[in-house]
Every structure is written in C-alpha cells, then in structure tokens.
C-alpha cells in the first residue's frame, strides 16, 4: 500500500514509520521541514524509494497531493502552541481534507469523557468532525494517556516522580484514566489500516488498567524504586495546577495548561470493539513503564526487539532506527573532525577498553571500575571477548554493547553502549562515524535527585575527559 504519514518526524510519526517500512508499505512522510527529519536513519529506504519525503505545512504552502495513496494518517496536532493552538488544528484540519485524496483517513484523538469538554479534547473533537466533513473515510482512534518515552504526558508523570520526594496534588489527582502502552497504539493505528470493518468508525483505545492520576505517578514511582508520598490539597485551581507543572516539569506553560485542563476530565473507554477487531496483547501500566524503560528507546518497537538483535534476526536495515533515549537526559556531545582515515577512526572506536584501555584518562577509568567493584557491581575486569571485534551482547568492561554496526548507512558506523556499573540512573555512551566526523555522546538518564546530583558532581571530569577521548579517537587512538 503506499500510505501517507503527516507529523512522520513526530512522536507517534517517529515510531509508526519504521513499523509500516518493515510492513513493506511505500510511504510518503510530510514534514514542515526535512532539514529536521533524521534521514540518514532511513537513507536505505529512501534510496531504494520506499520512503518519500514532501516538506509542506497544512497552515502555510503545499506541495501537489500524491494521486496513488490509498491511506493517510493525520498525527497533527498543536496543542502546546498558543491559545489560539484550537483555531490552528482546525485550520490544519480543513486544509487536509481538502488536500489529501485516498481510501481511508486514520486519525488519533482523544478519549471523549462525559460531560463538558476541555479545550483541548475538543479541539480533538472538532478536527475529528471536520476530517469527516470531507470525502474520504475517516477511521478514529481516541487514546488517553500514552505510555511510552517521549509522550508528554508520561515524561510529566516520570519528570513529577522523579524530582519531588513529597507531591502536593488537587481534587482531580483522583479522576481515572486508560493508559495505554505505545506499543499498543502502534498496534491498533497499523491494525485498523485497510481493514473494512473500521472505515467511517470510531474506536476507543486503552489498556487493562483504569488508574487514577495519584495511581499513575505511584504506579510509576514503584516501578522506578522511589518512594513517594502524594498530599491532596483542596486549593489548587486548574491555573495553579499548571503552573505547578511549568515550574517543576519540563513542559512550557501552554502545554502544561492543556492538559491539566484534559486531566479534570475522567477519560475511560467506553467502547471495546477494536479488541475483536484488532486482537493483540495490552500491556499493563507496570509492563508499558517497563517498556518504556527498555535499555535503548527504539523507534520501532517490536514486541521484542533487544532478543532479535542479539540474535541476528532483525532486518540490518532496521538497525538504523535504535536511539538512545533523548527525553528526560542529560547529556555530553562531542563532534570532531577526522584527522585520519574513516578506516582507522572505526578500528580505533571498536578497540576501546579491555586490555586496550581507554584513550583518554585510563586511570580515571579504571579507578571507576574499582569503584564499582568495592559496591558490588561488575568493574572492568571482565574485560572484552576480542580485541577488535564488538558484537550486540558483548561485555565491555562495564558496558554492555547494544549496537556494534558499521554499515547503518554507507557513510556511518555507530556503537552504543550501555553501562552496567552501579550508578543513580542509566548511562549511554554512542559513537558514530560519518565519513568525515566523529560524533560521541554521553547520555545519562538521572534517578531522582541523587541521580542529578550525581551526573553534576562528576561534570568537571566530563569537560576533560570526553573531549580528550573524541580527539583521540578521530586521530585513530594515538594519544598525544
């Protein structure tokens, strides 16, 4: 099928693509600007024209429609963006209608509670009437809270868990909702594309978990190990509650507003139907945060992507689609020139640790692997299984390789790695090599406050080491 995906560089845009790539589709992606969509990920399949790239915007100029789609997606949104964020999605909305020319339209709302209606949900609710008005069927999904790294919902939830040992919550902190997984969204959203049964419906979409809001972010806190304690206060207006989150969360204040105007609604499915039509396995709430928490975040999310990867039995093409988590982090990114060949500058990256050391600050490696050692984790003495040779799976030193490939693209090698030392957080460490740049990034994910208070006490080291090594490493190991 050749399906059009709009918002293909955003959150759901990200995760759905390479699902409908590996399905066999031809997809035509429409971002407002491709400068900042990752095609180099994807450069197999838009060299081979599985993958079609269209910069326009649905509020600004366009290009001429595809005349062979048989499906769309509409993933457009502007919630976040201003108060008039309403008028904006409604503009979209019309535009598209009238733009967009195939069998089915496959649109992701919100669940529709009783009652009055937030801004936002109906904002949803509008684009959900308009997308209809036009001549194509329209097949609707409606989701509360998606579980998965990067929503904003849930890095809310996971920035609130994180940061506060005691939280002060409103009235509505008590209202229940249907998490559903991202896994199972993708799931439904593939499900539903070119099936009979959908066409001019919809559907409710959750998990098997109805949770309150406090539930969430205890939920959440005891999947993580912390401990928490949530105080009910009866003063917070939905002005203050969003302002509470601006200052505390990682969200602007727009985006914080609407959806602490859609948290006072109680959204539950009261629609099953897509179950019998779209069977699959949902997660629960303490699976999804597991998921979400999987070792690498990676755009395709397979049911079981670590255990194909280890074993040789995911396509390598697919390889381009691993990512370190890039939500909720902090990180160290290096970029430097090659100053040797491209050949010395990846033999040099996977020779590292081991009886080969690290290229800058050795000392400073080791004193952290006997560190680790003296509180009970691995250290560095089990070393490396080859010198030269890295494979997903292996032990290096502390770390575990996640992705040893030097042909994600013709022009790029990359190696993650993840740490297995004892520490507050996670810890990533990604190399990649383009033909003429080496590109290294330290990426740590911080567990509460002492994870912070971790990642910047060790910061001055950072400065030193982490560009020493990038040099180092881009001149083919030699350390001057």
Avoid at 148 to 160: C, K, N
Avoid at 208 to 213: G, S
Avoid at 348 to 360: Q, R, Y
Avoid at 390 to 395: E, P, R
Wanted: aromatic share 10%.
């Amino acid at each position: 099928m050749h399906i059009l995906l709009t918002g293909a560089n955003g959150y759901i845009g990200m995760r759905l693509l390479p699902t409908l790539l590996e399905a066999g589709h031809r997809v035509t992606g429409i971002v407002r600007s491709i400068s900042r969509f990752p095609s180099s990920q994807f450069q197999q399949f838009i060299e081979s024209h599985q993958l079609t790239l269209l910069e326009g915007d649905f509020l600004g100029k366009l290009p001429p429609a595809p005349s062979d789609l048989d499906a769309a997606y509409y993933l457009l949104h502007s919630m976040g963006s201003g108060s008039d964020f309403a008028q904006r999605e409604s503009d979209c909305a019309r535009r598209f209608a009238e733009w967009v020319d195939c069998k089915q339209v496959i649109y992701l709302s919100g669940l529709v509670p009783k009652g009055a209606l937030s801004a936002h949900l109906a904002s949803r609710e509008k684009v959900n009437a308009l997308l209809r008005e036009g001549p194509v069927p329209v097949t609707t999904l409606r989701a509360s809270i998606i579980v998965g790294s990067g929503s904003a919902s849930f890095e809310i939830i996971r920035d609130l868990a994180e940061k506060l040992p005691f939280m002060i919550t409103p009235k509505w902190a008590g209202n229940r909702c249907q998490p559903i997984a991202i896994r199972n969204v993708i799931g439904y959203l593939t499900g539903v594309l070119g099936q009979q049964k959908t066409l001019a419906q919809e559907f409710d979409i959750g998990g098997p978990d109805v949770l309150t809001y406090r539930e969430l972010l205890l939920g959440y806190a005891q999947a993580r190990d912390l401990k928490r304690y949530i105080i009910p206060v009866p003063f917070f207006t939905p002005g203050l509650s969003a302002r509470w989150l601006y200052l505390v969360t990682a969200a602007s204040y727009p985006l914080a507003k609407s959806l602490v105007q859609s948290l006072i609604n109680e959204t539950v499915c009261h629609d099953t139907r897509i179950q019998k039509i779209v069977p699959q396995d949902l997660l629960t709430y303490q699976q999804s945060i597991g998921k979400a928490f999987v070792r690498i975040a990676q755009n395709k999310v397979p049911s079981s992507w670590f255990d194909s990867l280890a074993s040789g039995k995911l396509d390598p093409a697919f390889l381009q689609s691993v990512q370190v988590p890039s939500h909720g982090v902090l990180f160290d990114r290096q970029a430097v020139p090659l100053t040797t060949d491209r050949a010395a500058a990846i033999t040099a990256v996977w020779s590292l640790g081991g009886a080969n050391g690290w290229p800058s600050m050795n000392w400073a490696w080791k004193l952290r692997g006997w560190m680790d050692r003296l509180s009970g984790g691995t250290g560095i003495r089990r070393g490396r299984r080859h010198p030269t040779e890295l494979n997903a799976g292996d032990a290096l030193d502390f770390w575990r390789v996640l992705l040893a490939d030097q042909t994600t693209t013709p022009h790029s090698a990359r190696l993650i790695l993840l740490a297995e030392m004892k520490m507050p957080g996670e810890a990533w460490l990604q190399f990649e090599i383009t033909k003429d740049q080496l590109i290294q990034t330290a990426t740590f994910r911080p567990k509460g406050l002492l994870g912070r208070a971790y990642w910047y006490a060790i910061l001055p080291l950072h400065w030193i080491l982490f560009p020493l090594m990038a040099k180092r490493l881009a001149n083919g190991g030699e350390r001057r």
